[in-house]
Every structure is written in structure tokens, then in C-alpha cells.
């Protein structure tokens, strides 16, 4: 009986693969779930496995792209190694004579099943809005032993990081790499219960095979995938570069082990010709006196995270979305300096937090919120949502990108309450440690560009939101004061709005409330 093996629908996009490489020969035995092939679409490399077991028997060769559902393979179940031919046979050692001989990962399999119960674990539900994530980091090694809820990977999304605990104490066999977005319910390893460390590890092979083993660059790594050379292109990118006239090792591969893709091909470009004149080091320190013409021209390129292309698509999003708008005004903050001057000591004494900026004009901003609802709705299709209440998120700068906490309920929070707030989430993101709950459901935002030296700026709203505020550094300026010089600590504000659903009155009276009660603190505690 006769299986026909098709190519598996492996998104909504993707139409076609190439295929990158196979893992075994025309005619040798597989087992069932074994890996069998490499598939390479314009986004991501995917493995086949074999759906039943038998002798193979190849259709589609490597390099070929074919389209979603055509067949690439048959499986002959029940039949016996001796049975391919020649001919096939030795056209797959032309084809890929420097890949290493996959029969090494057979032992593999039959070792863990011996071992014990293997247990799948799969990429766990994180969010409603989340369909995908990226392994940001292994924190164990493919073949080391795990305990359970040991955790041994953190997950990216393109909300926060999330840890991933082992579900049972076994050996651990990696199936996805780092830095391959996985689908929601994709495979990302397997645990064989109750086996050692080296368990996962293939059995020792005859001396000719190993001796036809050791002529090759790379063995096959336990969890079936394939160990490449750095800047090996796979056959779809090694034609698209050979049509462009580009040399491989000029191209930084993102593929598993740095291996090139086609999507690196397709985005790759000749590098111009180095200048005759760097030849030679000892006639370069001659010239040392000279102005250098060939200086250092490296590149390198880096994949986006997940944090990082949503936070570049929704901005591009709000752009295009909006009627933004930006209004300034100015803010004279001596008498907060002189507050936080007198009280900071005891302050601190007292609640075990510092007195800073950020707990004044968060209350300032919930005060002028309420006075003015516009600026703190949102629009929703046809409608417009007005909150009474006002979750304050705070626009914070982490490692990973930039992510905005919310202060729930910011308008009933007293000065040391906000500034516990502020600290705190500001922690948990520099460590990558925030939920989806802590990110999700601000009503406003503020920003401040002025820790890192900005004057003014513009900044973009967060949507769903309709406004943010922008803070700044503050600079000793010469104002009028009383009909007087004098040199005060002054700070630029910036409102970004929505004009869809705010007009200028709102958000210019906003801005100036906000003005009112920064230059007298006063009116925060009494409140008018």
C-alpha cells in the first residue's frame, strides 16, 4: 500500500514551498512521525514528518517549489529498505553530497522510546489577541535532563515575555530553535520521561558508517533537525543569489544556524568591490598620514522582535488612522522642585518611595481628565466611549523595546500610591516580567522624553487611546515674572490628540488646567 505524502498547509499566506533539503534518501526506511524534509516558504522553514511507515519514495527534488497540497512523496508501507533504485538513489547523492547521512537519527527515536513515555509540550494560550510566538531563549540545552516545572524557555510576544515550564522530568529534545515564531498549539519539544541526560543522545554506529560519517561537515542533532554551516544557503536562496551575482558569505543568514534563506536572498544586495588601495597592511601604515578612503563599512543584520514589529505597525497604523494633532504649552516647575526639596526626606520616610515628577503630573492629569471627558474617550466605529474613571499609562523604555504599563484607577490614588505604582512597573518591564493584564486597557498616556535629554517632541497617540502627554527636560530659561527677568526651571509640554473626537477648546483647556495645577500644587490638595 501506497501513502501520498502532500505539502501541509502551514499558514493563511503561504501559498507555495521550496524544498530546502531532505533528510532522507529515495528509498530508505522511515518511521512514523520521523523527519523527513526541510520546507522553505518566503516566511519561515518548517520540518515534514512522515505520516506512516515504509520506504520512501521522492517525487519533488530539493530545490523544487511546489505548490500547498501537491504531493512531494509517496510511502510504501510495509515494504522493505532493499527495494529503491538506483538510479533515484544516486541522483540524491549528487544533489546534496555535503549534507550528513540522516540514518544516524534512527537510533534516536527507538532510544526514547525505550527511556519512557515521551510527553509533547506545545506553545500554551497567552492571550485572545495572540496568535503567535517567538523563542526568545532555550534556558536548557536539547539532550539536558529538566525537572518538572523547571523553566526552561522564555517566549516572546509581541505583548510581553513568558516563561515556559517543563511539564513532566525527563531528557528534553528541542524541536523549534531559537528565535522561530511558533504558532499557538505549535510543537515546540518533547520531554522522554524518565531518561538520563544522554538518552536523547543516538546510539554509537557501525565502524564504516561512522567512518562515512566522519567525511562529513555536520551530524544530525537529536531532535531531528539538521546542524548547518554558518552561511549556508539553503538551494532556493543559493539560485536566487547566483542570479543576482552575490556571494554567500557576503550575506548574514537568520535561518537556524545562521543558515541562508530564501527570504535573505530575495533581500540581499551586491556589496560594492573593496578598494585595491586596503590590500596591502604594510603599504596602509605608509599612508597612515593620509585621510583613511576605506574605513570600516560593516553591517550586520538584526530580525525584528515581535515587540517591535507590532509596535512599528500600530504607530504607522495610528498615522494613517488619525486626525492627530499636537498643542504645546510651557510649565514653570519651581514650586514643584521646592515642594519635593522641603518634603522629600520625610516623604520618603514615611511611605518608603522617592517624591518624584511623575506622581504630580500623573494626579494633575486625572484632575484636568475629569474636567474635560473628551480627552480621556475613545472612538469606537460609530460611537464615542467616555470613561469615568482613568487608568494613566505610562510609557516605559525597556531592553526589549518600549512598553506602556497601566495605573489603574490613577484618579483615586494619592501621591505615594501612584509613585509605588510608577516603581513598580517600571521594574517588572526593564525585567520583561509584565502580563498581558498589566499592558492592556489605558484610558491616557504620558511620556517622558525628557530622561533622555528631549526638549520638545511630538508624540504618537496609543491606541485605542485619543491623547498623550508629552514631558520634557527642564531648562533654566529667562521668564517674565511680575513684570520681572527672572530664571526659572521650565519644562515644554506636548498634548497629542485625536481631532476626530477632540476639539481645539478641549485640548488646549486640558493642557492649561494641566498648567494651573503643576505651577500651584496647592490646588491638587485642596481641590479647584
Not at 318 to 329: G, Y
Request: overall charge negative; aromatic content about 4%.
Amino acid at each position: 500500500m501506497s501513502l501520498e505524502v502532500k505539502v501541509p498547509a502551514v499558514g493563511e499566506s503561504i501559498t507555495e514551498v521550496t524544498i530546502a533539503q531532505w533528510l532522507k534518501k529515495d528509498g530508505d526506511r522511515v518511521e512514523m512521525d520521523e523527519v523527513i524534509a526541510e520546507l522553505e516558504s518566503d516566511k519561515a522553514t518548517f520540518e515534514l514528518p512522515a505520516e506512516a511507515a515504509g520506504i520512501l519514495r521522492i517525487v519533488a527534488q530539493e530545490g523544487d517549489t511546489i505548490e500547498v497540497g501537491a504531493t512531494i512523496c509517496r510511502i510504501e508501507q510495509n515494504g522493505e529498505a532493499g527495494g529503491a533504485p538506483a538510479a533515484p538513489a544516486a541522483k540524491q547523492e549528487t544533489a546534496a553530497p555535503t549534507i550528513a547521512a540522516p540514518a544516524a537519527q534512527e537510533p534516536a527515536p527507538a532510544a526514547a522510546q525505550g527511556a519512557g513515555e515521551t510527553k509533547e509540550m506545545r506553545v500554551p494560550t497567552v492571550g485572545e489577541s495572540i496568535t503567535e510566538v517567538t523563542i526568545a531563549s532555550w534556558l536548557k540545552n536539547n539532550g539536558d535532563h529538566v525537572e518538572m516545572d523547571e523553566v526552561i524557555a522564555e517566549l516572546e510576544s509581541d505583548k510581553a515575555t513568558f516563561e515556559l515550564p517543563a511539564e513532566a522530568a525527563g531528557t528534553l529534545q528541542i524541536v523549534a530553535q531559537q528565535g522561530d515564531t511558533v504558532e499557538i498549539g505549535g510543537l515546540l519539544c518533547r520531554i522522554v520521561q524518565g531518561a538520563g541526560a544522554g538518552a536523547a543522545q543516538p546510539a554509537a554506529q557501525p565502524s564504516a558508517p561512522a567512518a562515512q560519517q566522519a567525511s562529513q561537515p555536520a551530524a544530525a542533532a537529536p531532535s531531528g533537525g539538521q546542524t548547518y554551516a554558518s552561511g549556508t544557503p539553503s538551494p532556493a536562496a543559493g539560485k536566487i543569489l547566483s542570479e543576482k551575482g552575490i556571494n554567500p558569505a557576503d550575506v548574514q543568514g537568520t535561518g537556524r544556524d545562521g543558515r541562508i534563506t530564501k527570504e535573505d536572498a530575495v533581500g540581499a544586495q551586491k556589496s560594492a568591490a573593496k578598494p585595491a588601495a586596503a590590500a596591502a597592511p604594510a603599504a596602509k601604515q605608509e599612508t597612515a598620514a593620509a585621510p583613511a578612503a576605506s574605513g570600516d563599512r560593516n553591517q550586520r543584520r538584526e530580525k525584528m522582535s515581535s515587540l517591535r514589529k507590532t509596535v512599528a505597525r500600530r504607530l504607522v497604523q495610528v498615522k494613517n488612522e488619525t486626525a492627530m494633532l499636537t498643542t504645546f504649552n510651557e510649565v514653570d516647575m519651581k514650586p514643584i522642585m521646592d515642594i519635593r526639596a522641603k518634603y522629600k526626606d520625610k516623604f520618603k520616610e514615611k511611605h518608603e518611595v522617592g517624591l518624584g515628577f511623575m506622581s504630580f503630573f500623573t494626579k494633575a492629569c486625572t484632575v484636568a481628565l475629569q474636567e474635560w471627558p473628551a480627552v480621556n474617550a475613545q472612538i469606537d466605529g460609530n460611537d464615542m466611549i467616555f470613561n469615568d474613571f482613568v487608568d494613566v499609562s505610562i510609557a516605559v523604555s525597556s531592553p526589549k523595546g518600549l512598553v506602556v504599563p497601566v495605573i489603574r484607577n490613577a484618579e483615586s490614588l494619592t501621591l505615594d500610591g501612584i509613585e509605588k505604582e510608577v516603581i513598580r512597573l517600571a521594574k517588572k518591564a526593564r525585567d520583561g516580567k509584565l502580563s498581558i493584564e498589566e499592558m492592556t486597557g489605558g484610558t491616557f498616556t504620558i511620556t517622558n522624553g525628557g530622561v533622555f535629554g528631549s526638549m520638545m517632541s511630538t508624540p504618537i497617540i496609543n491606541a485605542p487611546q485619543s491623547a498623550i502627554l508629552g514631558m520634557h527636560n527642564i531648562v533654566q530659561r529667562p521668564v517674565a515674572v511680575n513684570g520681572q527677568v527672572e530664571i526659572r526651571p521650565m519644562m515644554y509640554l506636548a498634548l497629542s490628540y485625536d481631532h476626530r473626537i477632540i476639539d481645539g477648546r478641549e485640548s488646549v483647556s486640558f493642557l492649561v488646567r494641566v498648567k494651573e495645577l503643576l505651577e500651584d500644587p496647592m490646588r491638587l490638595l485642596l481641590g479647584v
